[in-house]
């Protein structure tokens, strides 16, 4: 495996080690991340290095086998250049729904 796709993959897993320790300090309730600005705040910054990292590799290898790829790259465009629209629901459905998937999948694609 190419050394800079290893290191942004890392990076990738990184951000969401980071975002799943954040849920550890936070709890797991919408709740509380809808209202706490700064659990909020710190997942959008994630997903935006999840996202960059993301577009990084496609640069390096398009095919590669990650689901919605391009999705997460979208996304964290979105987060960056939609932010007066950006809704915690959706952050949060991205935190619960997809990031333990793209977990997986990078992992698979490590070993």
Not at 56 to 76: C, F, H, M, N, Y
Not at 86 to 106: F, M, S, T
């Amino acid at each position: 495996m190419d050394e800079m796709l290893r290191k942004y993959l890392y990076d990738i897993l990184q951000a969401i080690s980071e975002i799943e320790m954040a849920q550890e300090r936070f709890g797991r309730m919408y709740d509380t991340f809808e209202n706490d600005v700064v659990f909020r705040k710190f997942v959008e910054r994630n997903i935006e290095i999840i996202g960059e990292a993301m577009n990084r590799v496609l640069k390096i290898q398009p095919e590669i086998g990650i689901t919605s790829a391009r999705k997460i790259v979208d996304t964290r465009n979105y987060v960056i250049h939609a932010y007066d629209s950006l809704k915690p629901d959706i952050l949060w459905a991205i935190v619960i729904n997809h990031i333990p998937r793209l977990k997986a999948e990078i992992c698979q694609l490590i070993k």
